[in-house]
T-cell receptor, first 111, second 114 residues
Framework: GENVEQHPSTLSVQEGDSAVIKCTYS??????FPWYKQELGKRPQLIID?????GEKKDQRIAVTLNKTAKHFSLHITETQPEDSAVYFC??????????FGKGTSLLVTP | NAGVTQTPKFQVLKTGQSMTLQCAQD?????MSWYRQDPGMGLRLIHY???????DQGEVPNGYNVSRSTTEDFPLRLLSAAPSQTSVYFC?????????????FGEGSWLTVV
């Protein structure tokens, strides 16, 4: 089955700096790669996603890149703010509904 | 639309007891699934369903049963609760499979087995 590795497990940045979270996947059939933000005690919330026919997608301060050849994808957050502090999860799937999650990155943005 | 509704939100069980976590969605989604979330483990797929009457196992199905008698409902049953099943459970739903269909999560159910 699919195996998704996520790094780093914790990340601390200063407000205004950029944050990058990286994920690798093992199944070349995976074709949909969402990123979720989860605040303490809350459900995962989709923040951005990318499909296998696209190399990069941007939405304001967040962007995701995908390298299908290397089987890795990354989340980039620019101009970080304290409210960006949360746990971020990457996921991969070839079905569109059964997600394989990474173990999460705890991001702390300090003022 | 209420989206994906899970009940109960919190539950404490004794070892060996059984219970059902309820999940309902009002978006007419074909696909529904259950995940468990443990510290440092991310979310792991327990069971999923691609339509009424069809269910299949995910990564961690042992100790859990599911059924899908209607499109709207996808209950998760713990037959004989064990402390290892202490976790946060999330139900999710989405439109028919295909790349990029947004997956909606319920608010979660916190289960403690003592």
């Amino acid at each position: 089955g699919e195996n998704v590795e996520q790094h780093p497990s914790t990340l601390s940045v200063q407000e205004g700096d950029s944050a990058v979270i990286k994920c690798t996947y093992s199944d070349s059939a995976s074709n949909y790669f969402p990123w979720y933000k989860q605040e303490l005690g809350k459900r995962p919330q989709l923040i951005i996603d990318i499909r296998s026919n696209v190399g990069e997608k941007k939405d304001q301060r967040i962007a995701v890149t995908l390298n299908k050849t290397a089987k890795h994808f990354s989340l980039h957050i620019t101009e970080t703010q304290p409210e960006d502090s949360a746990v971020y999860f990457c996921a991969a799937t070839d079905s569109g509904y059964a997600l394989n999650f990474g173990k999460g990155t705890s991001l702390l943005v300090t003022p | 639309n209420a989206g994906v509704t899970q009940t109960p939100k919190f539950q404490v069980l004794k070892t060996g007891q059984s219970m059902t976590l309820q999940c309902a969605q009002d978006m007419n989604h074909e696909y529904m699934s259950w995940y468990r979330q443990d510290p440092g483990m991310g979310l792991r797929l327990i069971h999923y369903s691609v339509g009424a009457g069809i269910t299949d196992q995910g990564e961690v199905p042992n100790g859990y049963n599911v059924s899908r008698s209607t499109t709207e409902d996808f209950p998760l049953r713990l037959l004989s609760a064990a402390p290892s099943q202490t976790s946060v459970y999330f139900c999710a739903s989405s439109y028919q499979g295909g790349t990029g269909n947004t997956i909606y999560f319920g608010e979660g159910s916190w289960l403690t087995v003592v």
